[in-house]
């Protein structure tokens, strides 16, 4: 009987997707970190994380995506990079999949930052305050 490995191993797997998501990463180096061969990590991630390792690392990414596509103006291209995949398509049916809609429809329900971003009232007030001047020299400069 083969002793099942601790939760501890896996967590460091799933810890570096988490960490690196946005890198070309994939299973063998979330095993690698776990110390465990690909075939014995995947199974045993599965096991204890009701997931795939190549799933939790999908998912990481589409969440990052999803939060980088309400809080930036950035394009659904680069948003795609920067989360580590490669093909706009497969970011597109996997996004669809997981929230519902596309990216863009995903945006246009949640408005980018520039659209939310309020001006704090201390700084309204500075900008609409009249200028230090005195009657007198109102009149004397005009």
Same mark, same amino acid.
């Given at each position: 009987m083969t002793a099942v490995p601790s939760v501890r191993h896996l967590v =460091? #797997? %799933?810890?570096?997707?988490?960490? %690196?998501?946005?890198?070309?990463?994939g299973v063998a180096d979330m095993a690698a970190a776990a110390g465990l061969s690909r075939a014995h990590f995947t199974r045993e991630f599965r096991r204890a994380f009701g997931e795939s390792? !190549?799933?939790?690392?999908? +998912? !990481? %990414?589409?969440?990052?995506?999803? &939060?980088?596509? =309400?809080? +930036?103006?950035?394009?659904? +291209?680069?948003i795609c990079l920067l989360v580590g995949l490669t093909?706009? #398509?497969?970011?597109? +049916?996997?996004? &669809?999949r997981i929230h519902g809609c596309t990216p863009t429809e995903y945006r246009r329900q949640h408005p980018p930052a520039a659209a939310?971003?309020?001006?704090?009232?201390?700084?309204? !007030?500075?900008?609409? %305050?009249p200028q230090n001047r005195t009657f007198r020299e109102a009149r004397a400069g005009g």
């Amino acid at each position: 009987m083969t002793a099942v490995p601790s939760v501890r191993h896996l967590v =460091r #797997g %799933r810890d570096l997707a988490d960490a %690196r998501y946005h890198e070309q990463i994939g299973v063998a180096d979330m095993a690698a970190a776990a110390g465990l061969s690909r075939a014995h990590f995947t199974r045993e991630f599965r096991r204890a994380f009701g997931e795939s390792p !190549r799933q939790y690392l999908l +998912t !990481r %990414r589409l969440e990052r995506a999803a &939060t980088l596509l =309400r809080t +930036t103006d950035r394009t659904v +291209t680069d948003i795609c990079l920067l989360v580590g995949l490669t093909s706009l #398509g497969s970011f597109t +049916t996997s996004f &669809t999949r997981i929230h519902g809609c596309t990216p863009t429809e995903y945006r246009r329900q949640h408005p980018p930052a520039a659209a939310r971003a309020l001006i704090p009232a201390c700084v309204v !007030r500075a900008h609409a %305050r009249p200028q230090n001047r005195t009657f007198r020299e109102a009149r004397a400069g005009g």
